[in-house]
Structure formats: structure tokens, C-alpha cells
């Protein structure tokens, strides 16, 4: 069977199919009509004809649709047939073309070959001819007057030959007695910073400099600074000593960022033990580079190595500040998500649900972290199978972001998963989307929230899976449109976010994302580390 035999084959059965929706359409618009106009004791049986038809229209459709698509992949396989035989007949030109640039090439060698030996052939004529032209000048002068054989012709010729030998002008005391400086050698350098040290300019300079080539990655500048400011703080303060050991996860972070994943642990667990040793076990800096270091272990997939680091943290900070405070549950995060990836959903649920506790009575229930903490534990019980807890929690999420933005929810203020709801409802009772509901969308659609976008997904699957695709559409089309809406400006703000500013500025990573959390210090490294040194920054 050739490809136009295909071809023919599915316009024939596309035609059918057309045919069969066609005629299916009028019986559900026929069957729609008849329902209402029976009694509701007689409806079961219409309302389950008219459900069969649609079932059968909505199969009907997609073969339709797949009928669509495989003339279409059809049309671009011949296409790209044609595309594969111009592609041959180009590559048997070139072939020949190139073998003819090959058998012009040879025949120029030829030709240079025999070129070079004329050439030498005429020099060696030229020297003869020059010899004989010397000997007729030599038998010519000796008939002359003697005076003319005084002539200057040797000693142009030595300067010639000295020039080419390199016996130059008598430059050489000029250049060993440059004004330019010279290099200052390394133990020049070790006093000159040891004894003038008192220079707060100068690891301000270089903080500020690393955060700049981090920023523009360029850590082939960024490392070396960090090395210099490491030497420099060992001969000033000494290895053990918490600014060695700030500077430390400094240049950890730059390693992680280069994705260095093996450099970075190395230089946390030394800080690590500078930080137990100078500042004891049971500081938050400890706890802030033990889950630093839990983080990078989950990187790079070692989630049992991980978990006894963030648990250490967990109890570190939970004697420090009490066991209701919000890094507690920044720290509960982390754990939850670690046991969540190695499949411990239980223990998931319990962390994220001591962490909401904590942001709600600390920060309140409009924080956003309350709302990460939500939506994190919304796809726990996912992973659990509770999915009308996951529900509940997505639900929450949507009706906080839309009172914050738009105010107490009403009848004429609806949430977009209300909305949803309604849609969903008033489909099957064959009514069309009100005013309010399209105003409704087109609010939701404003609300650039990335948890807000997550919950609609989850959201969204939970109602796919309810059966509720009418729901379900409404809000992947509404998640679809803020996403559209909103991607120029999401990218021009984070163009100008100086990420690697806010890191550098703290001794352990900054920041809260969808992944782990990792630690940020109480105050920024480098005003730390400058007040350590007795700088004012």
C-alpha cells in the first residue's frame, strides 16, 4: 500500500467520522430537548441515553482529531522525503564538486613543485651571473685609478650583518632601569599584609567584587578573589576562627553555583568544624552550615546522608530559639521534603504540619510561607493518596490569594475554583457561562503567584480525576492565561534580581524555593565579617 493509498484510506474514514458526529450531535440536541420536557420519574433513562451519546460524541471527536493528525504527520513525512532527496542530490554535487577542488588542488601542487625548482634553477643563474659580473668589475678596476678602489662598500655590510645578529642600539641598561614597578614578591606581600593590615577598603573591595563576578559568572574571577580574602584572614585571624569559616561557605556557594558539588561539601564540613570548635555544637551558624550541607547532599542525591544533617539542625534550632519559632519551620520544611523524596509519607505529613502550625501562629495565616507550607503538603497527601485533604488545602490556598486581592469572597466575588465549580454544574444542566464568571476568569487570571499556579494544577488533576472536566479546563485555561500574562514582566524582574548579592551578603544561602531551603545567617557575612575585623562597614 503506498502513501497516497493511506491517504485516501483516512480522508474516507475522516468523511465518516464527520458523518457519524454529525449525526450524533442532532440526537444529543434531540435527547437534550426530550429531558426537559419529562417528568423527573422519567428522566433516568433519557439522561442516560443522552450521557451515552456524548460519551460516544467525545470518542467520535478525538478520532476525528487523530484522523487530523496522522494526514498531517503524512503530509510531513512526504515532505520530508522531498526535503531527504533534494538533501542527496545537494550532497552528490558537493561530492562531485569536491572532487574536483581535490584534482585542481593536485594539479596547483604540480605546478608550485615545478614552480619552486624553476625558482631555484634561476637563483642559482643569479649567483653565477653575479660572481661573473664581480670577476669583470675586479678585471675592470685594476685598470682604474687606485683612489677609486677606496670605497665604503665593506662597512655597511657589517652593520647589516651586527643589526641581524641583534646588536642593537644600547638599550639594555635602559630597560633594567625601568621606572615601571615590578612584581612584589611573596614574602614582600606576606609582611606588607601582615603589618599593614589596618585596610577596611580592601575586603570590602573584594566581597563586593566576588558578589559581581558570581553574578556574572565569572567564577574564573570569583574563586581567586575568594582564595586571596582566605589567605589574608589566615594570617590575620588564624584558621580557627569564624570569619575563616564565614569566607569558607562563601566560597562553597560559588563552587555549588558551578555546580562543584564535591569542592563545596569539602569546604562546608571544614567550616563546619571550625564553627563546633570556636562557637560550639549548639550554635545557629552550626545549624545554618549542617543544613547547607544538607541541602548539597540532596543535590547530589545522597537523601540518607542529608537527613541526619537536617535533623541535627532541627534540634540545634529548636534549643536556640524554642521550638515554635519560624526558622524551626523553615528547618521543618527541608526535613519534610527530604523524607518526602525517600517515600517517608508520614513523617512528611507530621514535619509540614508542625511548620504550618508554626508560620500560622507566628506570622499569621496571610504570610506566605503559611501558603508554600499549604502547598507543599498538599502534594504530601497526594503522594498519599488523601486526596480530599489535598483538596481542602488547594482550595484554602486559591481563597486566600483572592481575598488578599480582591476582598471577602461573596456571591458576587467568587473564588476561581467556586467558579469552577459552577461552570462545571451549570454544563450539565446545558446552561452557558454567566458575566460574572468570564469577569471572574479574567481576575484569576491576574493573580501572578507561582504557589497560586500550583494549586490550580493540583487542583485541576484533582478535578480530572473526579470527572469534573469541565472544572478541570477552567482552571488550566485560567493558570495557561496568567502564565501568558505575566512571563515578560516575571522575566524582566528576575533580570534584575542580584541573586548572588543577597547569597554573599549572608554566611549560609539565602532563599526559599519549591526544593530545600537553605539556611540564612542572622546577619549579613559581609557586615559580620567586616564588623569581626574591626571594620565598619
Not at 136 to 148: I, L, V, Y
Not at 337 to 342: D, F, S, T, W
Not at 423 to 445: D, P, V
Request: one cysteine or more.
Amino acid at each position: 500500500m503506498t502513501q497516497d493509498d493511506v491517504i485516501t484510506g483516512l480522508r474516507t474514514i475522516q468523511q465518516g467520522l464527520e458523518a457519524l458526529r454529525e449525526e450524533h450531535s442532532i440526537i444529543s440536541n434531540t435527547l437534550e430537548t426530550s429531558v426537559k420536557g419529562v417528568r423527573e420519574d422519567e428522566a433516568p433513562l433519557p439522561k442516560q441515553k443522552l450521557t451515552q451519546i456524548n460519551d460516544n460524541l467525545d470518542k467520535l471527536m478525538c478520532g476525528v482529531d487523530e484522523t487530523s493528525l496522522m494526514l498531517m504527520v503524512f503530509q510531513l513525512t512526504q515532505g520530508m522525503d522531498a526535503q531527504h532527496q533534494n538533501y542527496r542530490s545537494q550532497r552528490s554535487r558537493l561530492w562531485q564538486e569536491n572532487e574536483w577542488i581535490r584534482e585542481e588542488l593536485r594539479l596547483t601542487q604540480v605546478k608550485l613543485q615545478t614552480s619552486e625548482k624553476m625558482v631555484a634553477q634561476l637563483e642559482e643563474e643569479n649567483k653565477h651571473l653575479k660572481y661573473m659580473a664581480s670577476i669583470k668589475q675586479f678585471d675592470d678596476g685594476a685598470q682604474a685609478d687606485t683612489k677609486t678602489v677606496v670605497d665604503s662598500g665593506p662597512q655597511p655590510v657589517t652593520s647589516e650583518t651586527l643589526q641581524e645578529l641583534g646588536f642593537g642600539p644600547e638599550d639594555e641598561e635602559d630597560l633594567n632601569t625601568s621606572q615601571f614597578a615590578q612584581p612584589t614578591p611573596a614574602h614582600s606581600m606576606d609582611v606588607s599584609s601582615a603589618v599593614g593590615y589596618e585596610t577596611p577598603a580592601r575586603f570590602r573591595t573584594l566581597l563586593s567584587l566576588i558578589s559581581q563576578y558570581a553574578n556574572q559568572k565569572r567564577y574564573e574571577l570569583a574563586v581567586p578573589l575568594c582564595k586571596l580574602s582566605l589567605e589574608e584572614l589566615e594570617k590575620t585571624s588564624g584558621r580557627d576562627h569564624p570569619d575563616f569559616a564565614a569566607m569558607l561557605t562563601i566560597l562553597a556557594q560559588v563552587y555549588r553555583d558551578q555546580n562543584k558539588y564535591k569542592e563545596a561539601a569539602y569546604l562546608w564540613n571544614e567550616a563546619l568544624s571550625i564553627r563546633e570548635k570556636c562557637l560550639g555544637e549548639s550554635h545557629p551558624d552550626v545549624a545554618s552550615t549542617l543544613n547547607n550541607l544538607a541541602v548539597l547532599y540532596g543535590k547530589r542525591g545522597k537523601f540518607q546522608d542529608a537527613e541526619p544533617l537536617c535533623k541535627r539542625a532541627l534540634e540545634i534550632r529548636e534549643k536556640v530559639f524554642g521550638d515554635d519559632h519560624p526558622d524551626v519551620a523553615k528547618q521543618l520544611n527541608n526535613l519534610a521534603l527530604l523524607c518526602q523524596i525517600q517515600g517517608k509519607y508520614e513523617e512528611t505529613e507530621k514535619y509540614y504540619k508542625r511548620a504550618l502550625e508554626i508560620y500560622e501562629s507566628k506570622l499569621g495565616p496571610d504570610d506566605l510561607n503559611v501558603a508554600k507550607t499549604k502547598n507543599n503538603l498538599s502534594s504530601a497527601y497526594l503522594k498519599q493518596g488523601k486526596y480530599k485533604e489535598a483538596e481542602d488545602l488547594c482550595k484554602q490556598i486559591l481563597t486566600q490569594a483572592h481575598e488578599k486581592e480582591y476582598g471577602q469572597v461573596s456571591r458576587d466575588n467568587k473564588t476561581i475554583w467556586q467558579i469552577a465549580e459552577d461552570r462545571e454544574e451549570n454544563k450539565h444542566k446545558g446552561e452557558g457561562a454567566t458575566a460574572n464568571e468570564q469577569a471572574g476568569l479574567a481576575k484569576a487570571a491576574k493573580v501572578d503567584n507561582i504557589i497560586v499556579a500550583s494549586a490550580l494544577k493540583k487542583l485541576g488533576d484533582l478535578y480530572r480525576r473526579q470527572g469534573k472536566y469541565e472544572a478541570a479546563d477552567t482552571l488550566e485555561d485560567v493558570a495557561l492565561r496568567a502564565m501568558k500574562q505575566h512571563e515578560p514582566l516575571r522575566s524582566a524582574a528576575l533580570g534584575g534580581v542580584d541573586e548572588m548579592s543577597q547569597s554573599m551578603m549572608a554566611s549560609t544561602i539565602g532563599g526559599s524555593r519549591s526544593s530545600m531551603t537553605t539556611s540564612t545567617s542572622q546577619t549579613g557575612l559581609k557586615n559580620k565579617l567586616m564588623n569581626a575585623l574591626g571594620f565598619n562597614s
